[in-house]
């Protein structure tokens, strides 16, 4: 007759809440799977799915009582890595939403918004619909898979331990955050050049005919002109956005290595 001890009930449950914690913490940061549109009972579920296929690969667990004090310790800095290897890829989508928000004020449309559940606020009209147009690349590339892959493979490079995450993880996040203003002024930069070029030449036209309604005539120009470069520049956006997600799944795992306890 096979006899199961509550010794290996609370091992059961450790290899299987302690990396939930982690999953659970990266889908409430990430994009896609963080977004308010996704129920949490579906989030929660996906977790418990993961976590029961990743539970088998684990490396050895610290041997560690799960209701004990370091039990809730490790649960807490599990939640804590997966929280920050989500927000070091939710800054790939803040820095496309920024570079809109820029070329939105530019072009006039600062006062236009509309509500984008990725953000769950509302945002101006440009940064709404490059962050819609980024979410679509990102699950037409599937990124998502490999968001879960990354997601696994962080579980190598950073095995549960009793020690707490160090703190260096948290400064490569913080470093990688950075991304934000580097992408966003680049991703920007095309419409930004042919909106600077047209407010010179509205600027040398006043000068040449002041009798001019400028504020007629410049509005609807900086629109016109900012649609027509938007749609120029649109199909080279791919391989950018591309880049950047490749950078974002290698911050993760630097993320992750950095938070290893030394």
Do not use: C
């Amino acid at each position: 007759m096979i006899s199961v001890g509550s010794a290996e009930i609370d091992a059961w449950l450790a290899a299987l809440l302690w990396p939930l914690a982690r999953i659970l913490g990266l889908f409430a940061a990430a994009p896609v799977f963080g977004t308010q549109g996704i129920p949490t009972q579906v989030q929660v579920g996906l977790g418990l799915l993961l976590a029961l296929v990743v539970a088998p690969t684990l490396p050895a667990l610290p041997q560690v009582e799960l209701a004990s004090g370091a039990g809730l310790l490790i649960l807490a800095g599990q939640l804590l890595i997966g929280l920050a290897m989500g927000l070091a890829m939710r800054i790939v989508f803040v820095a496309v939403d920024l570079a809109g928000e820029i070329v939105g004020l530019q072009m006039g449309l600062g006062f236009a918004s509309l509500y984008t559940p990725q953000s769950a606020a509302d945002n101006p009209i440009i940064s709404a619909f490059l962050g819609m147009l980024t979410t679509l690349v990102f699950l037409a590339l599937d990124g998502h898979l490999l968001l879960i892959s990354t997601l696994a493979d962080s579980f190598q490079v950073l095995p549960m331990a009793a020690n707490p995450p160090a703190g260096k993880g948290l400064q490569t996040l913080v470093v990688w955050g950075g991304k934000i203003f580097l992408a966003g002024l680049f991703l920007s930069l095309p419409l930004l050049a042919a909106l600077l070029v047209t407010n010179l030449a509205l600027g040398i036209l006043s000068r040449a005919a002041p009798q001019l309604n400028l504020f007629a005539i410049g509005f609807p120009l900086m629109l016109g002109i900012g649609m027509a470069v938007l749609a120029l520049v649109l199909p080279y956006l791919l391989p950018s956005l591309e880049r950047l997600f490749q950078e974002g799944y290698a911050a993760m795992l630097r993320v992750a290595s950095d938070a290893r306890p030394r």
